[in-house]
């Protein structure tokens, strides 16, 4: 693989590089569950991986674990980029194949990652499946921001998705608790309090 | 100032920033002119934003002169915020007052960036005029992207804002050639092999 790149010249690199950068652009068309917080439309995967690098860019100093921000900007970047092919999975859904999905998601990552110079493939492949795994202090710390920004959007938002599924006070806690603790336990707490505020006013 | 942070409790602090970060939910609502590749709408200005910083993480090797490509995505991911209270200001519009569009983005920099705690925002505020001013070479590749992707988007959506505006090949290699070969002579050569190509099938 080394041998191929380095006989590529650059011109033929960047027709590559530009063929997944226009590739990117179908995420803007893959909708969420999650309502903007002004309730006009429901979010897009593109604008909410821009949503959450700049959740990580504000807020890595509540990481748990100290984490590089810019290591974790990469990763809430590239992190929903196979739902291009795979689409968008809801938190609050039930009956999910979890095994065919895990499936769909990498042969995803495989053909859109491997649309660029072979070496860069391999990079942003292992950056995908670092945030997927969720095990080095930046991963963790990422998926906390995942389950931290549609948190906020549903309370800011007067129910979201919550109120649509009828998901109760304890079904939040046990959905995004773990996730957001695992990450930040100072930002768990002021989501909790949110979310306590959220279920105190619509009961 | 540094007083001030240094007496605010971490839950205050929390406070501050979750506030900022939802008011920027606002920037998925600022539409721009350029169209997605696909045609089915236009862009806003958030999921353009996304799309800036894989720009940055994928193309950075092909710099003028080295960049630090993390900085280059956090210019990215910030450049656009001001669009919240200033608007976009389309790049084929004519008879803009350039002096007031300035002071409104200064104020609304001044608004939003204020959200954040003092340090933080004093921080943030570096980074935006870092890129307006565009002198560092991080600056000018983050610019010279901004430029590169709409062309991009145009030339792959048949024409987008181009035909719309009866934008001619010599006028895009005037408003669009300066700001991307400032940044990388490499993208310029691939971005006008598209332009080229581009306007001898609408001819």
Redesign the interface.
């Known amino acids: 693989m080394q041998e191929f790149t380095d006989t590529m010249t ?2 033929e690199t ?2 590559q ?2 063929a ?3 590739e ?6 893959v909708i969420r569950q999650s309502p ?3 309730r ?1 439309r429901r ?2 995967s ?2 909410h ?3 959450l ?3 990580a ?3 890595s100093e ?1 990481a748990e674990r100290r984490v590089d921000a ?1 290591h974790v ?2 990763l809430l ?2 992190h929903d980029i196979v739902e291009i092919d795979a689409g968008d999975s809801p938190i609050h859904a039930s009956g999910t194949d979890k095994a065919a999905l895990e499936r769909a998601e990498r042969a995803a990552a495989e053909r859109i990652f491997g649309l ?1 110079p072979p070496e ?1 493939a391999e990079r942003f492949l292992a950056l995908w499946w670092e945030f997927e795994v969720g095990e080095t202090p930046e991963a963790r710390f990422a998926k906390a921001l995942d389950r931290l ?1 549609p948190l ?2 549903n309370t ?1 938002a007067g129910g979201g998705t919550w109120t649509e599924n009828g998901v109760t006070e304890a079904q939040v806690g046990e959905r995004y608790g773990p996730a957001i603790r695992g990450g930040s336990s ?2 768990w ?2 989501a909790a309090a949110q979310v306590r505020l959220h279920f105190s006013t619509v009961a």
Do not use: P, T, Y
């Open positions: 650059s011109a960047i027709h590089q530009l997944f950068l226009m990117l652009d179908r995420l803007k068309s903007l917080a002004n006009s979010e897009n593109a604008e991986s821009w949503h690098a700049m959740f860019l504000v807020l509540h810019a900007v990469k970047l590239l660029l860069q920004q906020l959007v800011h100072a930002l707490e002021a």
